[in-house]
């Protein structure tokens, strides 16, 4: 058997599409590595939204020259860099055998062979996407306890600072019967929660099998029907496309989980419209008061960016008025930063660095604060857990609460794959510590 490394970087439409590869190269013999030392093939599954992205992998690539002249192996590039850089990648690093964007992945098993066969390198980074999902295998190794299934790919909304509709492409739904026989696969295989994902999951607008176009909605309640499915959530969304049917959805369904990810990015009304966001603050506020109205249990958590090009004192500081008003229990907050042929990158009113630091740094107090306070408001509650993997000690079994927060508790082994009923008994920074409750008892949060 010949032997596979993926390493995977960035979100997890990339980790859903390195399980895909990995089940794509399973019937042409490769099975997973440990390490790059011991694998005849390593794919990079690249990530382009943070800074210098290209650059990194050029140094990863940079340290993996010498071990392919050591062991051969054969190096492929996929993911958003190998779509962003294409050919680029194969002239300055010709150690690369292969680059494979993020749309055509599924034709590695016939670029592998064409190598093999005849030497030289292979560049696909076409966008066939309809092609793409009907080449995927169907899987049928077993499944992790929560699993990700994409339901929706690229981007059409061209948010000034972004690069994902340049390397994702427009765009594209797979069909409900599609995601749905997935999803029944993956619960057959032990799933017990599944996550839609998609750039923009919220615009989904896939083929019904009524041949009518069906919202992310419509598609949360049918999947909502398979039995055994006791969990869903989804992401990433889009304020512009939080329609009155999902946030309908956020109060029909028990199974949605009461925790939502909606990106703002920032509470200026004038660095979202050069951001070119398509909504406003006061949208927004809307939108958080009608789905906690729909949903009183649910979290909120969302992205931010500060320093974008031509932001303000006055400006940021609405940022910070907004997130005291809104109160998020997690969140992800960066500084802009360019990224090549995307309009915010050629802004003449760039934020001085210093400036972006020190707006980071308070943003990131007051988030960690009201996540801090989120988890502390916790303790004494029961909730249901997901149990999914074994911790570190024996016995033990890490979870996650309804609302993604990772719990440990011990003597909970025998419950790893399912849900049970726990305590919250102790918060600690990054997990919360449990103990099982007896079936029957209340839960107080979902
Ligand atoms: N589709 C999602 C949305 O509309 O909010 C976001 C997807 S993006 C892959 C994830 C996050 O990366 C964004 O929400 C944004 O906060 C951050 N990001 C994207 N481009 C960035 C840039 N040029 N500088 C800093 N952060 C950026
Ligand atoms: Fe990028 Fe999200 Fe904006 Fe699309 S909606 S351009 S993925 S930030």
């Not at 011991?38 to 800074?51: S, V």
């Not at 992310?216 to 329609?243: F, K, N, V, W």
């Not at 906690?292 to 974008?308: E, H, N």
């Amino acid at each position: 058997m010949k032997k596979l490394f993926i390493k995977t970087y960035g979100c997890q439409m990339n980790v859903y599409d390195s399980a895909r590869m990995a089940e794509l190269l399973a019937p042409i013999g490769y099975g997973a590595a440990d390490t790059t030392s011991d694998a005849d093939l390593i794919i990079l599954n690249t990530c382009h939204i943070r800074e210098k992205a290209a650059e990194k992998i050029y140094s990863e690539l940079g340290r993996l020259k010498q071990l392919k002249e050591d062991t051969g192996a054969m190096i492929a590039v996929a993911g958003c860099v190998a779509q962003a850089e294409g050919d680029e990648i194969i002239a300055r690093a010709p150690q690369v055998d292969i680059v494979v964007g993020p749309q055509s992945y599924h034709r590695l098993p016939e670029l592998i062979a064409r190598i093999s066969r005849a030497g030289g390198h292979a560049l696909d980074t076409n966008f066939p996407m309809l092609e793409k999902f009907d080449a995927l295998p169907k899987g049928d190794s077993p499944s992790g306890a929560a699993a990700f299934l994409t339901a929706q790919e690229g981007c059409d909304k061209f948010c000034t600072f972004c690069v994902v509709p340049y390397t994702r492409g427009s765009e594209y739904s797979r069909s409900v019967l599609q995601i749905e026989d997935e999803a029944r696969r993956l619960v057959a295989r032990g799933a017990r929660e599944l996550t839609l994902l998609g750039q923009n999951v919220n615009a989904y607008r896939g083929l019904g099998p009524d041949g009518e176009t069906w919202s992310l909605a419509r598609l949360l309640y049918r999947l909502a029907e398979i039995s055994g499915l006791a969990r869903l959530r989804y992401t990433t969304s889009h304020p512009r496309d939080m329609s009155d049917e999902l946030i309908a959805a956020h109060g029909d369904l028990s199974q949605l989980m009461p925790n939502l990810h909606l990106p703002v990015q920032s509470g200026s009304d004038g660095v979202l419209a050069a951001m070119n966001r398509g909504h406003t603050v006061a949208d927004y506020r809307r939108i958080v008061d009608r789905v906690r109205r729909a949903r009183p249990d649910i979290a909120l958590s969302s992205d931010f960016i500060v320093g974008f090009p031509g932001e303000t004192d006055q400006d940021f500081a609405q940022t910070m008025a907004l997130v005291r008003d809104v109160g998020f229990s997690q969140s992800y907050s960066f500084k802009y930063s360019k990224r090549p042929g995307t309009p915010a990158a050629a802004a003449r009113k760039q934020v001085a660095e210093p400036v972006k630091d020190a707006r980071l740094q308070e943003l990131q107090a007051l988030l960690l604060a009201q996540r801090n306070e989120f988890d502390q408001s916790c303790a004494g509650r029961v909730m249901d857990v997901l149990f999914e993997r074994p911790g570190r000690k024996k016995g033990q079994a890490i979870g996650r609460t309804p609302y993604l927060q990772s719990v440990h508790a011990e003597n909970a082994a025998p419950f790893i794959g399912d849900i049970h009923r726990v305590r919250i008994d102790a918060v600690f920074p990054n997990s919360l510590k449990v103990s099982l409750v007896a079936a029957g008892e209340k839960v107080l949060a979902h």
